[in-house]
């Protein structure tokens, strides 16, 4: 330990000797009422084109040569402040800013967009700015953070209504989603329509995808990280909106001045009358949902913060029937499904360049599905949980300007129900209760990063992690003791290297190795919500990957436009897979019904933004190819031969751009636009005619894609001005969605052939082929939001 100590120390000095000629400049940023401390508040200084966001005790370090300066502060929800100084002494600032009740007139540049894509060595990072996202057009004019995250480079779903994101190619649930530190099994309302975050809970948006912080693990494609706003305001404040498919209503206030303050954000949702809109097949179909985000922020001290989040989302619909159970008659199928999520987190500072985080997690995801009897009042429920209990400690230490590292351990304890069959009072249904799975999964981790010089900086990691599955719980099913003592062990490197090629460009390279544990099992074009999870055991190994990635970054006209492009290659292993015709229901060896399968994607991402002014916006193009391979033994088992195939979410060209127009202090309109290649789909080899029935035979997967998918959005706000001793502000939104009605196809599907229609295969069968689109008219929405303080 005393060699660790005086190694840093040494380091320390060395990295002072690049300091010469040099001054330090403290910023440090705090609310102008309230006078606490703001953390992770954006700092642009130019011309030097370099910044940073402050640490836990709201203050920002950095050291420079003797100059003159912009100092540019912001923070979500507050004033936009600017400061003109000369640097030729160390000197600390002091920024006080002010609450801002309406959004920016114009878009700031992110501090970390600018340090991400120039001189910080984290590659594939999207930090983004809820702001802007704000301002998108979006579905029945609900502002949606998945849906307009789609407009971004690399990212997708698989139509319409996904259950989540698809991030350079990978599958939903390879794709950590955390809120509030809490992860989210189920991010959707509305079959995929809406997320389940109420637009004005959320501060901040964080996607990584490349050499991923080794804070992060446990997905094996990206970590999308989403933070609840602080409640910090000096008197109450009531936010709202009134909708035609939701409203939300938010409430922030202080409870004891200068000490404890609320957060509560809540949404409701009724959409039985609108469905059938959406499509002829949802007449008789009913939904609805509602989300509560809760947050009590104490100042404990000058040295701690505690925070306390409560997070609970719902949704229940009612749909034709879709899967059945013997021996129950019934025409339709509801699903029920919660989230109840609830973080812990305490920062104590022990400096300015020092805190130690301690957060505690504990979420519980319960979905079912509901059979209802037509014959009698009984109801057949299926059901399943997922338990997630979790610590984490860290603690950030920065050395100086060109060093700082932290270290940490995460401890998280799984507990599964994979499902259970609850009978009621039936007598002709038995009830079933699959085997119950638990595990451990522990993490240390740690990473630090280094300027070599003013041109070279790199960030180092290394996260481990030791899995051991609880055998009790399989004793029942297992086959071998190999099953019973289950215990795996995964090194994750991460490396992020970038080179300044001047004050306004940089090259970066990355690397990063991730291991997944946990999988979502399904068989269809996106996982339900009710679709089942499963731990990783001796049969079902963890899912690992290794991505890399170059990088070219440039900023253009004094950084009021951003360009870049990214390049990345990602190999996989343990690839989850199903053999044909597998029926995954309440089945409790499901180990033998999945084959695991090797994976490759890779593709180049170009970005242009232009991200001040009244004109802004931004265009991205994406060439992106994602493949699979099985390496099953049975020739029964092999999927599509052995062979790589395309993946589900294999679109080769995806095209998004986005504009934004401000006309003057009341209009603002914007437009959008996305072009993707249609989705890979399996189109049937043969058909065979047995008893009087025609079947498909299908022997290749995903031989065919679907029509390309492209649609165009509009929306225009008129926003009023706040008048004197008037306390209410509000504005009204419309949008419409998909403007030209164009029926983009969801899946395709094969029934016995309608008459005097054409279909693409089998024209001289009974048997056609059809597709299914979801949203195949234009979606028009009008919104009123609203503001008293």
């Known amino acids: 330990m005393n060699k660790v100590v005086l190694y840093i120390a040494l380091m320390s000095l060395s990295i002072g000797a690049f300091a010469q000629n040099k001054f330090e400049l403290n910023i440090e940023v705090i609310d102008a009422k309230t006078n606490t401390f703001l953390e992770s508040a954006e700092v642009i200084i130019e011309p030097c084109q370099c910044g940073g966001v402050t640490n836990a005790k709201g203050i920002f370090e950095i050291e420079l040569v003797e100059d003159d300066y912009k100092i540019t502060v912001a923070y979500i929800g507050y004033r936009t402040e600017q400061r003109n100084i000369r640097l030729d002494r160390d000197r600390f600032i002091r920024v006080e800013v002010n609450e801002e009740t309406e959004e920016l007139e114009e878009i700031v540049l992110s501090a970390k967009s600018l340090m991400e894509s120039i001189e910080s060595p984290q590659m594939g990072a999207l930090y983004i700015n809820t702001l802007v996202m704000k301002k998108l057009p979006a579905v029945a004019g609900e502002y949606d953070i998945l849906k307009s995250m789609t407009m971004l480079s690399g990212i997708t779903n698989s139509g319409e209504i996904s259950n989540g994101l698809s991030v350079r190619g990978g599958t939903l649930d390879q794709n950590l989603l955390l809120f509030e530190y809490a992860p989210v099994f189920n991010a959707t309302h509305l079959f995929g329509l809406f997320s389940v975050f109420t637009p004005e809970a959320v501060s901040s948006v964080n996607l990584y995808r490349a050499n991923i912080p080794s804070r992060y693990g446990g997905r094996s494609t ?74 009590l922020q104490y100042l404990a001290g000058v040295n ?139 993490s240390p981790y740690a990473n630090m990063e280094f300027a070599f010089s003013d041109k070279l ?20 099913n297992a086959t071998d003791e190999l099953e019973l003592n289950t215990t795996y062990y995964g090194a994750e490197p991460r490396l992020g290297i970038s080179w300044n090629l001047s004050d306004d460009s940089s090259i970066k390279m990355s690397f990063a190795r991730l291991h997944q544990y946990l999988q979502n099992i399904y068989n269809s074009t996106t996982p339900l919500p009710t679709s089942r999870w499963k731990l990783s055991d001796a049969i079902i190994k963890p899912q690992s990957s290794n991505s890399y990635g170059l990088g070219y970054y440039k900023s253009l006209r004094d950084g009021e436009v951003d360009f870049s492009i990214e390049a990345y290659y990602r190999n996989s292993a343990n690839n989850l897979t199903y053999k044909p015709g597998t029926d995954f229901f309440l089945e409790p060896r ?33 060439y992106s190819r994602s493949f699979l391979k099985s390496f099953a033994e049975k020739l029964g088992d092999r999927v599509n031969n052995n062979k790589w195939y395309a993946s589900d979410f294999d679109r080769p060209h995806i095209l998004n751009a986005t504009l934004n127009l401000e006309g003057d202090i009341y209009n603002t309109w914007s437009f959008n636009a996305t072009y993707q290649s249609g989705r890979p789909y399996t189109v049937a080899n043969s058909i065979v005619d047995i008893q ?62 309608q008459a005097n229609l054409n279909t693409e295969v089998f024209l001289d069968s009974p048997l056609g082929s059809y597709e299914l689109a979801v949203l195949n008219s234009p979606i028009l929405a009008l919104t009123y939001n609203f503001v008293f303080d």
């Not at 999308?224 to 709202?240: T, W």
């Not at 900086?457 to 029942?476: K, Q, V």
């Open 692 to 753: 009087d029935l025609t079947v498909p035979i299908f022997i290749e997967r995903n031989n065919s894609r679907l029509r390309p998918y492209y649609r165009f959005d509009f929306s225009w706000k008129v926003k009023y001005g706040k008048k004197v001793n008037r306390r209410w502000v509000g504005d009204w939104t419309f949008t419409i969605y998909n403007i030209t009605g164009r029926k983009n196809p969801f899946n395709l599907y094969y029934e016995q052939r």
């Open 222 to 295: 990206s970590v999308l990280d989403l933070r609840v706003a602080n409640p910090f305001v000096e008197k109450p404040q009531i936010k709202g909106s009134l909708g035609i498919v939701s409203s939300h209503l938010s409430v922030q206030t202080p409870l004891i001045a200068n000490k404890l303050y609320l957060g509560a954000h809540s949404r409701v949702g009724f959409t039985d009358f609108l469905l059938p809109l959406f499509s002829k097949r949802l007449q008789n179909s009913k939904a609805n949902f509602y989300d509560a985000t809760i947050k």
């Open 590 to 622: 499901i180990q033998n019904e999945i084959i695991q399968a090797d994976g490759k994607a890779y593709g180049v991402e170009l970005n242009l933004a232009k991200t001040q002014g009244k004109v802004n916006g931004w265009v991205n193009y994406t």
């Open 304 to 442: 701690d913060q505690i925070s306390l989040t409560a997070f609970r989302t719902n949704d229940f619909y009612q749909l034709d029937l879709i899967s059945k159970i013997d021996n129950i008659n019934s025409d339709i199928n509801q699903y029920d499904f919660s989230t109840s999520n609830y973080s812990l987190n305490w920062t104590h500072s022990f400096s300015d360049d020092a805190y130690l985080k301690t957060i505690a997690v504990n979420s519980l995801y319960n979905p079912k599905t509901i059979f209802p009897d037509n014959a009698s009042d009984n109801e057949v429920v299926y059901s399943s949980s997922i338990g997630y209990h979790a610590l984490h400690n860290e603690y950030n230490k920065t050395v100086s300007d060109r060093f700082k590292y932290y270290i940490g351990q995460q401890s998280i304890l799984y507990d599964l129900e994979p499902g259970t069959l609850a009978p009621g009072s039936s007598l002709s249904v038995t009830g079933v209760q699959l085997a119950n799975e638990k595990a451990l999964l522990v």
């Open 457 to 476: 900086r790199t960030s180092i990691g290394m996260r481990f992690n030791r899995f051991e599955l609880d055998a009790d719980d399989f004793e029942s």
